[in-house]
């Protein structure tokens, strides 16, 4: 398994500021994930993102709206920007550290107003 | 929508009884995965099933694969108060990203 930690766990935010969302895990792992959650939804990958190379996004999620780094191979950042209503979600990285299980950070939650 | 089905969309039981959640997905997979899901915090990895797998157990879980009507279901045994939470499917095609099935919530009641 691996142990994964996200900051901020929850945020407030006014529309049209953006806010950078960090996940750090306890091992290195190739690729990192993130996906939204939607209030009452499921999750949605937004983008993969491997060390060294730009993100990769999924369709309907924009590198302008949510920039993504990935400096080293235990940690990255997603940057939600200029945001909306529309962006109030709970944001959770994920890695697989080894195998096929794929685990999951804590979730940030974020309420933009 | 690629997303996967799960059916029920919600699911009220008494401690003690067993809960069933059925996942359905779209396409040939590699593995699929449940999570659980309490209050919306983050997600905790129950069990991988692979497609060569057709049943698979840990404690009181026990998680079934039918790659011939691409489906998959997730019992609990002897539940609990503390089961009480939302339950996601997600399968995995040719690589590690993970489609989500629509999800179950789940409550026990003691």
């Known amino acids: 398994s691996a142990v994964i930690s996200q900051k901020p766990s929850r945020d407030i935010c006014q529309r049209g500021t953006s806010l950078t969302i960090q996940c750090q895990v306890d091992?290195?792992?190739?690729?990192m994930f993130w996906y939204r959650q939607q209030p009452g939804q499921s999750l949605t990958l937004i983008a993969t993102?491997?060390?060294?190379?730009?993100?990769?996004?999924e369709s309907g999620f924009v590198i302008d709206k949510f920039p993504i780094s990935r400096p080293n191979l235990t940690f990255s950042t997603l940057t939600v920007s200029n945001m909306s209503p529309e962006d109030s979600s709970i944001y959770l990285c994920s890695v697989v550290p080894g195998g096929y299980e794929q685990y999951f950070g804590p979730g940030t939650r974020l309420t933009v107003t | 929508s690629q997303q996967g089905e799960e059916d029920p969309q919600a699911l009220s039981i008494q401690e003690g009884e067993n809960a069933t959640m059925n996942c359905s997905y779209k396409t040939s997979i590699n593995n699929l995965q449940w999570y659980r899901q309490n209050s919306g915090r983050g997600l905790v990895h129950l069990i991988l099933?692979?497609?060569?797998?057709r049943e698979k157990h840990s404690g009181r879980l026990r998680v079934t694969l039918d790659t011939s009507k691409k489906s998959s279901s997730l019992l609990i045994t002897a539940s609990r108060a503390a089961d009480t939470a939302s339950y996601f499917c997600?399968?995995?095609?040719?690589?590690?990203?993970?489609?989500f099935g629509t999800g179950t919530r789940l409550q026990v009641f003691p």
């Open positions: 099933i692979r497609s060569n797998e």
């Open positions: 993102a491997n060390q060294g190379s730009e993100a990769t996004y």
């Open positions: 091992s290195q792992v190739t690729m």
């Open positions: 997600a399968s995995s095609y040719n690589t590690d990203k993970l489609i």
